[in-house]
Each structure stands twice: as structure tokens, then as C-alpha cells.
């Protein structure tokens, strides 16, 4: 079959696995020139790579105006109170968080005596992924906790509470280059191909 340059075009922008389906997006925000989506609860192993073959990461998020954002965006999509996978971590290197957009970290926004990796308690489990808070009406924070400040946790989709009769879902916030950069990217792959098919 031959591919001509505008067919790898349409490959290179619609063949995006969809493990996790998207909710939401691509929603911009002109302050920082980045494009937005609301993936559906999974894990952050799972949202991150996602993300990755969306062709960004998880959110990076590198000041109280973004955090805003990303909160007030997408924490009540839909009407329903949801918990947001954000693109920081420490697995790997405990005690040190890094974004998985490789971006410095130069902004933290964690809860009152967060980050605790689950206090240490041996049955929870490891908490290397971070994701910003919302409270659910019938469920009050942890005292002192805030809306869309960020906790550490287990790389789970989902936690329950009130002695396990109510469950919560954690959804990932994928970040993306602005539009302007994907189109260069697909225009830079089609001029490649044809000048590829020329010789």
C-alpha cells in the first residue's frame, strides 16, 4: 500500500490508543499556552501513559494560576466531585518528586503534613503518585485539608471511605503542547514522507 504525506498526516493524529477513554478536551489555557483533557478514572500508571501517547504527560503544574485552572476546570466535570491525577511523583526515588514532563520542580501545593507516603503504614501500601483533592458534599476533608491542594497515594483508581460504603475515583489531567506545536509536528512528518517517496 502506498502512504502519501497527507495520509501520514491523519495516521500520525488519529492513531492514539485509547486505553483510557478521554472525558473531556482538548480545553486551552491562554495564560500558558497549553491544551487540557480530562481522562476517565484509572490509575496514574495507566493515566500517564495515556498521556504519553497523546503526545504530553500528565500535568505539570508550576504555579498557583495553573493549579487553579486545572482544579476549577476539571475537579466538577460533569457534576460529580472527582480527585485529578497531576504528573508528579517520586516512585523510583522516594522522598524526591519529579514531573514526568521531566520539567523542574519550582511550584509545590501538598496538603497540611503531606507528602506522607501513607504515614508510613506498612498496609496501605507505597504513596509515590501525587493528585489534587476535592472535597465529596457528604465526606469532610482530613482537618485543615484545602480543595485542589495535592496528596500522595497508592497508583490506584479508586479509594473508598465512610468504612468502605463510598468509593471516590481519581481521573488523570493530561497536558498537551499548545495545537500550533502538534500541527508542526504532523506538518514535519508529512514533508518527510514525501521527500522520502521522491527518491
Given at each position: 500500500m502506498?502512504?502519501t504525506?497527507?495520509?501520514?498526516v491523519?495516521?500520525y493524529?488519529?492513531?492514539v490508543?485509547?486505553?483510557?477513554?478521554?472525558l473531556?478536551?482538548?480545553?486551552?489555557?491562554?495564560?500558558?499556552?497549553?491544551q487540557?483533557?480530562l481522562?476517565?478514572?484509572s490509575t496514574?500508571?495507566?493515566?500517564?501513559?495515556?498521556a504519553?501517547?497523546?503526545?504530553g504527560?500528565?500535568a505539570?503544574i508550576?504555579?498557583?494560576?495553573?493549579n487553579d485552572?486545572?482544579?476549577?476546570?476539571?475537579s466538577?466535570?460533569a457534576?460529580?466531585?472527582r480527585?485529578l491525577?497531576?504528573g508528579?511523583?517520586?516512585a523510583g526515588h522516594?522522598?524526591?518528586f519529579t514531573?514526568?514532563?521531566?520539567?523542574?520542580?519550582?511550584?509545590?501545593?501538598?496538603q497540611i503534613?503531606?507528602?506522607?507516603?501513607g504515614?508510613?503504614?506498612?498496609?496501605?501500601?507505597a504513596?509515590?503518585?501525587v493528585?489534587?483533592n476535592?472535597?465529596?458534599?457528604a465526606?469532610p476533608?482530613?482537618t485543615?485539608?484545602i480543595?485542589g491542594?495535592w496528596n500522595?497515594?497508592?497508583?490506584?483508581d479508586?479509594y473508598t471511605?465512610?468504612?468502605g460504603?463510598a468509593?471516590?475515583?481519581?481521573?488523570g489531567?493530561?497536558?498537551t503542547?499548545?495545537p500550533?506545536?502538534?500541527s508542526?509536528?504532523a506538518?514535519?512528518?508529512?514533508?518527510?514522507s514525501?521527500?522520502?517517496?521522491r527518491?
Amino acid at each position: 500500500m502506498r502512504i502519501t504525506g497527507w495520509a501520514v498526516v491523519l495516521l500520525y493524529c488519529t492513531n492514539v490508543a485509547q486505553a483510557v477513554p478521554v472525558l473531556s478536551g482538548p480545553i486551552f489555557d491562554p495564560a500558558n499556552g497549553r491544551q487540557y483533557y480530562l481522562l476517565d478514572k484509572s490509575t496514574w500508571s495507566a493515566a500517564e501513559s495515556q498521556a504519553v501517547a497523546m503526545g504530553g504527560h500528565l500535568a505539570t503544574i508550576r504555579n498557583q494560576s495553573e493549579n487553579d485552572f486545572v482544579f476549577n476546570t476539571f475537579s466538577h466535570f460533569a457534576g460529580e466531585p472527582r480527585d485529578l491525577w497531576i504528573g508528579l511523583s517520586d516512585a523510583g526515588h522516594e522522598g524526591t518528586f519529579t514531573w514526568s514532563s521531566g520539567l523542574p520542580l519550582t511550584f509545590s501545593n501538598f496538603q497540611i503534613n503531606q507528602p506522607d507516603n501513607g504515614a508510613g503504614d506498612p498496609t496501605s501500601g507505597a504513596e509515590n503518585y501525587v493528585h489534587m483533592n476535592t472535597q465529596r458534599g457528604a465526606r469532610p476533608h482530613v482537618t485543615g485539608w484545602i480543595d485542589g491542594k495535592w496528596n500522595d497515594f497508592q497508583d490506584v483508581d479508586s479509594y473508598t471511605y465512610f468504612g468502605g460504603i463510598a468509593t471516590q475515583t481519581i481521573d488523570g489531567v493530561v497536558e498537551t503542547p499548545e495545537p500550533g506545536a502538534i500541527s508542526l509536528v504532523a506538518i514535519g512528518v508529512m514533508l518527510v514522507s514525501r521527500r522520502t517517496r521522491r527518491k
